[in-house]
């Protein structure tokens, strides 16, 4: 059977709300019904079954009371009709079901699908579907569905989740305590930028896409709410080189950063910078610290600097200015930092950059700020309204607030501006290693310093540090160095 789905996933996303509001007038306009979209689902999850678990034989689906358990039954009387062993453990009330999901459960029922309402023994299934909640969900889940969802990833079955894993909120990508971890998670319509981002990617797994028939049909109706940017994209972006190009055109980035006992980090960065291709890089850094960066890497121009007026001679001479890494927040920082403020040209602003930045009402005029979610807490401040769990809302905020674009770091890392986000694609959990976020500055500078645009730059900058990662990775994850990057940067870049 031809798969009816795709691992190849659109560069746009929506909210969950939209999906909801959409959805019929999409399936209307394609010249079809709710109902039909209900069958062509459950098509498509059969399809999984019989491209990719071809060897499941006994499949155990999770049914609620929504559109999730309508598409579980119809999936139920596909996958039964085929001689596969099929039960459906009903987690409601079957007679509180209506409309479609009421008439999928009949055609189930009617088809001899064993449908019972007393948690069977889990062990014994090769597959659990989750249909319990869909788009509609918020809040928490009851106690007795967490029970049952922990259960659950103790078997080694294969999970699968329909639409979205339940527990995870598929626009702010919250995900609710004890919520469905799934292996495979097959998305329909139009993916959810909920699911693209933080805690969500890792329950969500591997993620599938199909469009039921009617994406056009609703890209005409909704307008998306992020972007999700692929590789072709992304490196289009990327200004080429002349052959008669010289360092001087190439960008000059000033690099701030490693206080006494912290040279590590304003050497990560600096590297980083030359291995992305600015032109000249200078680093300005804390006087015990030069012959240590400077050390293996002659490249670059390194000053020990004692006082503010020593780093102004060399904001005068860059391009771009990274700061943050390895900074540290005594005196000597804060007057380096204070200082930087003057600057006039762009700024990327990493570590404790930013934690001297929210201590403070000065501000930058042109910025990138690239904080994680602790670093972003701070950033916010008290008194905000805002929801701090929802990182969509988090990075647009912060974005306006600073007047900045924003990278806000984590899996599916999202870039903002004040009018618009993009969804990082790539990275790994090998990611999680000291000095991993002062690459992605020097990146970011260098990129810049070339020419690009701060969003565009940032956008492209994440996209080649979680894919030179991911390559990286492939000798293993566990102790991965951030150094073991730039080998792969240069390479990405050409």
Known sequence: MEAKYT????????SAQQVQQYEEQAAKNSGTSLSNLMLRAGESLFSLFENDLVSAQHILLLAGKGNNAGDAYVLARLLYQTGRAVTVYSLCDTTLLTGDALQAYQAAYQAKVDIVTKRPCLDSYHVIVDGVFGTGFRGELPEQIQKLFSECEKVPANKLSIDIPSGVNGTTSVVAKGAFKADITMTFIALKQGLLTGK????????????????DAFEQLAQPSATYMDHESLFSRLPSRSVDCYKN????????????????????????????????????????????????????MVHGIEDVQQLS????????????????????????????????????????????????????????????????????GVKSGVDEANRFELAAHLAKAYDANIVLKGPGTLIAD????????????????????????????ALIAQGMKPFAAANLAVYIHGLAAQIA???????????DLFMHIRRLLG
């Open 7 to 14: 691992a190849n996933l659109p560069q746009v996303a929506y």
């Open 200 to 215: 969500a990617k890792a329950h969500c797994g591997q993620l599938v896409y199909t469009s039921l028939g009617v994406a």
């Open 249 to 300: 055109i190439c960008g000059h980035v000033l690099v701030v950063g490693g206080n006494k006992g912290m040279a590590g980090a304003i050497r990560l960065a600096a590297e980083a910078a030359l291995r992305a291709g600015a032109g000249l890089v200078s680093v300005a850094t804390h006087p015990d610290n030069v012959a240590c960066v400077l050390q293996g890497r002659y490249e670059l």
């Open 313 to 380: 001679v060399l904001m005068s001479k860059a391009d771009v200015m990274v700061i943050g890494p390895g900074l540290g927040q005594d005196e000597w920082a804060q007057a380096l930092f204070s200082q930087s403020t003057q600057f006039a040209k762009q700024v990327v602003c990493d570590a404790d950059g930013l934690n001297l930045l929210a201590q403070t009402k000065k501000r930058y005029c042109c910025a990138v700020l690239t904080p994680h979610m602790g670093e972003a807490k701070r950033l916010l």
């Open 418 to 445: 004040e009018s618009r986000i993009n969804i990082n694609r790539s990275g790994c959990a090998a990611m999680a290693s000291a000095g991993m976020g002062d690459i992605l500055s020097g990146i970011i500078g």
């Open 473 to 483: 990775a492939k000798e293993g994850e566990k102790g991965l160095l951030a150094s």
